[in-house]
């Protein structure tokens, strides 16, 4: 046997890494990116801005100008502690760290893949509550919180990879039985009619969690966490020092002020998602579900051949086939106009039109 498999643990052995397809010459509709890049609207402007950063010394430590421009673009109010991380992945894992070996999280099927992964990591029991119709079920949901008194409780709002709300009296209805410390990840905030951002102050037993790379900064890895300003400080202890870097951390401040420009390129995704879902409503071949966030999902009779005929096509979506209970799902990330058109040309072709 080897070296590494005598001496990395034999539950990571076990595991699958994180599957990032290699980059192709293709239009790129499968990661939930922003279309849009802030810098080529500002680009002299933001290199002159980049061009100060004294790359030889440690960033900023705690990114303070970076989560005072969070702060104005997200309206989170000044009561409410804010943590960085680089990528809500980061920070997932650091709320993990602080639960004690062999805790219990808690989250729901289909649901973002990391919860599971890190709680393995990590360490800790994961246990999912199977959605019905893509919504809590919360009769199941709270049996499985008395039986098996999670630590940890992460609800996807929207959830991904379906892109809907939750029902949000449910997840409330969570929140109020449990001493879990539920974690609420809006990251398509900037999509979505709802949030939990003005909930914060009703509950002691909440997280939320965002990020930019839905708007643009898919290339900074730029997470946050928004919470009490105690619970903020504990988890403060655990993040590694300099985590957020001095080019991310100028290039944020930068372009997070451009609020104006990003609130302007969401309502114009917003409107994108709405003449793409109204295309696929009228396809007999297709159901697609309602979305709240920059992509939408579709099922299929035939996934895997229509993924195959659209990379053939030089356009690239995701394949969720092989995921937990969605067989034969796709899901499309909202580009510019013109590569919604494309997409949409393609399904003609596919299909006939």
Request: net charge negative.
């Amino acid at each position: 046997m080897s070296f590494a498999k005598n001496w990395i643990r034999k539950d990571i052995q076990s595991l699958n890494a994180y599957h990032v397809p290699e980059p192709i010459e293709c239009l790129k509709l499968d990661a939930m990116e922003s279309p849009f890049s802030p810098n080529q609207d500002f680009e002299k402007e933001f290199l002159q801005h980049l061009s100060k950063v004294d790359i030889n010394r440690y960033p900023e430590p705690s990114a303070r100008e970076v989560i005072k421009s969070l702060r104005s673009l997200m309206n989170i109010d000044e009561n409410h502690g804010v943590l960085l991380g680089n990528g809500s992945d980061e920070l997932i894992q650091l709320i993990a760290l602080a639960c004690n070996e062999g805790d219990t999280i808690l989250s729901f099927s289909p649901s973002f893949v990391m919860y599971e992964m890190i709680a393995k990591f990590s360490r800790l029991n994961y246990i999912d509550s199977p959605l019905i119709d893509f919504d809590i079920d919360l009769e199941n949901t709270l049996q499985l919180i008395k039986e098996t008194q999670p630590k940890l409780i992460f609800i996807a709002y929207p959830n991904n990879p379906t892109g809907n709300l939750f029902d949000k009296n449910k997840i409330k209805a969570i929140i109020e039985s449990t001493d879990a410390l539920v974690v609420i990840d809006e990251a398509y905030y900037a999509y979505s009619r709802d949030s939990f951002l003005d909930d914060l102050s009703n509950y002691e037993n909440i997280l939320l969690l965002r990020t930019v790379s839905k708007i643009g900064f898919a290339g900074a890895r730029l997470g946050l966490m928004i919470g009490a300003s105690e619970l903020i400080e504990e988890f403060n202890k655990i993040r590694l020092p300099y985590n957020i870097n001095s080019l991310t951390q100028s290039a944020a401040t930068f372009l997070l002020e451009k609020k104006e420009y990003l609130l302007e390129k969401a309502k114009e995704i917003i409107k994108e998602r709405e003449r793409v879902y109204q295309y696929l409503l009228n396809r007999s071949e297709v159901d697609v579900y309602p979305s709240d966030a920059n992509f939408l999902l579709l099922k299929v009779a035939d996934a895997n051949h229509l993924f195959q005929f659209l990379i053939d096509n030089n356009i690239l979506i995701k394949n969720l086939s092989n995921a937990k209970n969605l067989d034969n799902f796709l899901r499309v990330t909202i580009g510019y106009e013109n590569e919604n058109d494309a997409f949409m040309r393609a399904l003609d072709q596919y299909y006939g039109e």
